[in-house]
Nanobody, 123 residues
Framework: QVQLVESGGGLVQAGGSLRLSCAAS????????MGWYRQAPGPVIQRDMV?????????MYADSVKGRFTIFRDNAKNTVYLQMNSLKPEDTAVYYC???????????????WGQGTQVTVSS
């Protein structure tokens, strides 16, 4: 069993900041990649990559958030964070944490998702 627990979402004014947290727990041997994805409001249900970080600290950001968002991790706590600065109304979305990990040594990798946390940015 693996659980991803997210926190840090909320309502913020444009230009403000939020920090999202995602803590993974359970039967975890090795976390390969963790990241944040988001679903914007509207009829189209699609999770777009926001930022990812690999086990060797390689990061990737969506063009729309570069220079404003920072992803980082605490390996000892199996936790990934997303520091969001200079927030814009178009950042409003449900943010989902994703982890790609192994539950057993030598076993395959699996993909897990958090339940999502709402981020609303007012103009």
């Amino acid at each position: 069993q693996v659980q991803l627990v997210e926190s840090g979402g909320g309502l913020v004014q444009a230009g403000g900041s939020l920090r999202l947290s995602c803590a993974a727990s359970g039967s975890i041997f090795s976390i390969k990649t963790m990241g944040w994805y988001r679903q914007a409001p509207g009829p189209v249900i699609q999770r777009d990559m926001v930022a990812t970080i690999t086990s060797d600290s390689s990061t990737m950001y969506a063009d729309s958030v570069k220079g404003r968002f920072t992803i980082f991790r605490d390996n000892a706590k199996n936790t990934v964070y997303l520091q969001m600065n200079s927030l814009k109304p178009e950042d409003t979305a449900v943010y989902y944490c994703k982890a790609i990990l192994q539950t057993n040594y030598g076993g395959p990798t699996y993909q897990y998702w958090g339940q999502g946390t709402q981020v609303t940015v007012s103009s």
